[in-house]
């Protein structure tokens, strides 16, 4: 299994973006995705995740009415779209896979991670 984040970037408070995860090797009707941040000298932190088979999805309530996680599985991507952004969102972001069949937060239940992709807000 891997997985490849992209779409970080420098934006002003307020502004959306939207973050993408390619999963390669990975199974569609079992497994999860779930996204994480980490903040300088924080630990890393649940943000959001998705059941690949039928698209359910739970939030940290830091981000719920703000971030929205999708899918595409003709794609094999996953989508995290964040709006109205504030200077508490920067971080590194990583997708992880979750194979426990649970969606579930803990970032020890998620046995593969991408490389990460930087998200700063900043005025």
């Known amino acids: 299994v891997q997985l490849q984040a992209s779409g970080g970037g420098l934006v002003q408070p307020g502004d959306s973006l939207r973050l993408s995860c390619v999963a390669s090797?990975?199974?569609?009707?079992?497994?999860?995705i779930g996204w994480f941040r980490q903040a300088p000298g924080k630990e890393r932190l649940f943000v959001a995740a998705?059941?690949?088979?039928?698209?359910?999805?739970r939030y940290d309530d830091s981000v719920k009415g703000r971030f929205t996680i999708s899918r595409d599985n003709t794609k094999n991507t996953i989508y995290l779209h964040m709006n109205r952004l504030k200077p508490e969102d920067t971080a590194i972001y990583y997708c992880?896979?979750?194979?426990?069949?649970?969606?579930?937060?803990?970032?020890?239940?998620?046995?593969?991670w991408g490389q990460g992709t930087q998200v700063t807000v900043s005025s």
């Open positions: 992880a896979r979750n194979p426990t069949g649970t969606l579930a937060t803990p970032s020890w239940m998620h046995d593969v």
């Open positions: 090797g990975h199974n569609p009707n079992t497994d999860m």
């Open positions: 998705i059941t690949l088979s039928d698209g359910l999805s």
